[in-house]
């Protein structure tokens, strides 16, 4: 789960929480208050009839409907004497009878009354609910005891109402929280989506870019600080690798040229024993491999370090052509078949040079790691939209499904014994793909059962 949903969740929690609770105290007050009103009421009209009853406890009372403040028949009514005689009853005990309850004074209670006989607000279910006093009084030295009840079923339905208000009320309330967290925690995750996308975009050719600081010296701001040290340690390593890297390369290049020359010298005598000649030819040749290893390594530094390119506009098939006539003789002797397609107009802005030594080391890969009889090679080259579609394919083994995520590593290859049968040193498709990038391109490779071995450049006809 992602920080915003967690702190969009806590949020709404945390709001959902307080507003039940705020809404259970506002109706928990509002089913209590008019509770308290009904109960002042039924003691207001207990003591008004216990005021004219006072003086007649022999006999039914004979009340005075005028001097009430309430007509008797909105109540259901029973006065008792302390012998259980009825003294008074209203008109709606004849509808029902509500029994005392132990130990309680006033409480509530649910009565079946058919429609039929009385309009009291039932439910579906001819159900009525009563507010219940009990009081007890001693009128002339005897106490007298009044149940009085007030039926409430209209007050329950508008409680029921403003409950399912409350409801609905919460519920958009929720929905209206979800969406206002949310944009909160988007505007408060803002920064750190800023810098996760910096963090993203910078690598080992842009790391000289650092994180904005703003001016809230916040938490958010030292990590920004943190971030930046980081790269200025790691672009410090870097550099300080790539021209390691170029100064050595650069520093055994000279002499191990001159070994070549002093090996190639010493060859030309003929009265070199035919055993030594053998052991210099066998230095001879290792001393080259390593000549054309550290020629990749100083262009692949230099690839590195420099990310400039003289652009001019290149014809791919001429270009094509030219690599395909330095490498005649070696497709030859090894009996390739070479089979090129490439569009008669397949124009692209980009270096030459570094254009070249790309299909160089494609065709130098396809050729070196080709079958040993009756190889074949095909080149093609097509214009797709804006984009340029280079295919250069090689019949041969077939690289592993794991192998293909790795041969563009620096010094990978897919002989693990690292033969030097090839001659190869795991950088020509390291280069390529730096060239590719610098172009602005992608570079991938495909190897299927049929023995086939493609790899596909994508380059921009423009380039920005």
């Not at 390739?336 to 692209?348: G, N, P, Q, R, Y």
Request: proline content about 3%.
């Amino acid at each position: 789960m992602k920080i915003r949903q967690k702190i969009t969740l806590w949020i709404c929690g945390t709001a959902f929480f307080a507003a039940v609770a705020f809404s259970a105290f506002i109706f928990l007050e509002l089913l209590e208050e008019p509770i308290r009103l009904i109960d002042k009421e039924l003691q207001y009209m207990a003591d008004a009839l216990f005021e004219q009853g006072k003086d007649d406890l022999r006999s039914p009372w004979k009340i005075n409907r005028d001097n009430l403040p309430y007509s008797p028949d909105r109540y259901w009514i029973k006065v008792f004497d302390h012998d259980g005689n009825i003294l008074y009853r209203s008109a709606m005990t004849q509808f029902t009878d509500i029994s005392p309850a132990k130990n309680k004074k006033h409480y509530t209670v649910e009565e079946t009354i058919p429609r039929e006989l009385v309009t009291l607000g039932q439910d579906a279910h001819d159900k009525v609910v009563y507010r219940v006093r009990i009081i007890k009084r001693q009128l002339g030295g005897l106490p007298v005891t009044m149940r009085i009840a007030k039926p409430v079923e209209e007050l329950k339905k508008e409680l029921l109402e403003v409950l399912r208000d409350a409801a609905f009320a919460l519920a958009g309330c929720t929905l209206l929280i979800v969406i206002i967290s949310y944009t909160l925690a988007g505007k408060i995750l803002q920064p750190v989506v800023t810098i996760n996308q910096l963090v993203r975009d910078i690598r080992d050719k842009s790391l000289d870019r650092r994180i904005p600081i703003g001016q809230n010296r916040d938490e958010l701001a030292i990590l920004a600080e943190s971030l930046n040290k980081m790269f200025d340690r790691l672009q410090y390593s870097f550099t300080r690798q790539k021209e390691f890297v170029g100064n050595a390369s650069h520093e055994l290049k000279s002499p191990i040229t001159l070994l070549m020359l002093t090996q190639e010298e010493l060859l030309m005598n003929p009265a070199l024993p035919a055993n030594a000649r053998k052991d210099m030819e066998r230095q001879l040749n290792t001393m080259r491999r390593m000549s054309k290893l550290i020629r990749n390594m100083l262009d692949l530094s230099r690839l590195e370090q420099q990310e400039t390119l003289n652009i001019e506009t290149i014809d791919l098939r001429i270009l094509t052509k030219r690599v395909l006539e330095d490498y005649r003789d070696m497709l030859t002797a090894a009996g390739i078949t070479v089979e090129v397609d490439m569009a008669k107009e397949i124009f692209l802005q980009g270096d030459r040079e570094k254009l070249l030594r790309l299909l160089i080391n494609l065709i130098d890969n396809a050729v070196r790691y080709n079958d040993a009889r009756d190889g074949r090679l095909s080149i093609t080259g097509k214009r797709e939209n804006d984009s340029v579609i280079i295919e250069v394919a090689n019949t041969g083994r077939i690289i592993p499904a794991d192998d293909l995520k790795r041969v563009f590593d620096q010094f990978y290859r897919v002989e693990k014994s690292r033969s030097q049968d090839h001659g190869g040193s795991g950088l020509g498709l390291t280069i390529a793909g730096k060239i590719v990038e610098l172009h602005g391109g992608n570079i991938r490779i495909t190897s299927n059962p049929e023995g086939w071995t493609r790899v596909i450049v994508t380059l921009p006809v423009h380039h920005s």
